[in-house]
């Protein structure tokens, strides 16, 4: 059973970084494609960014292209989130999800494993 478990999350300022991690067990890494969603309180899980399990295809949500780049390192399991420029808006629980399509896709239902969650605060 794949288990994923995400790390990086805080409490920062708009216009400040964060790199989140996500580490994958349990299956093998290299063929999954992955995924970022987040959901803000009270507001419907929006997918953020997606890769392939090559890391040669990548997808964004329209709100943080230019800002946010999804990388993986598929000899440490691991999917990573860069987030630059953050904005109060980006604030929310950031979820990381396994698609065991190579290519992935951009909607959650399509996704059969997710981590628990990190939370992500911008303040103003």
């Known amino acids: 059973q794949v288990q994923l478990v995400e790390s990086g999350g805080g409490l920062v300022q708009a216009g400040d970084s964060l790199r989140l991690a996500c580490v994958v067990s349990?299956?093998?890494?290299?063929?999954?494609?992955m995924g970022w969603f987040r959901q803000a309180q009270g507001r419907e899980r929006e997918f953020v960014a997606a890769?392939?399990?090559?890391?040669?295809?990548?997808g964004y949500a329209d709100s943080v292209k230019n800002r946010f780049t999804i990388s993986r390192n598929n000899a440490k399991r691991t999917c990573y989130l860069q987030m630059d420029s953050l904005k109060p808006e980006d604030t929310a629980v950031y979820y990381c999800?396994?698609?065991?399509?190579?290519?992935?896709?951009?909607?959650?239902?399509?996704?059969?494993?997710w981590g628990p969650g990190t939370q992500v605060t911008v303040s103003s």
């Open positions: 999800a396994a698609h065991s399509h190579p290519y992935g896709s951009r909607d959650a239902a399509e996704f059969g494993a």
């Open positions: 890769i392939s399990f090559d890391g040669g295809r990548t």
């Open positions: 349990g299956h093998t890494f290299s063929r999954l494609g």
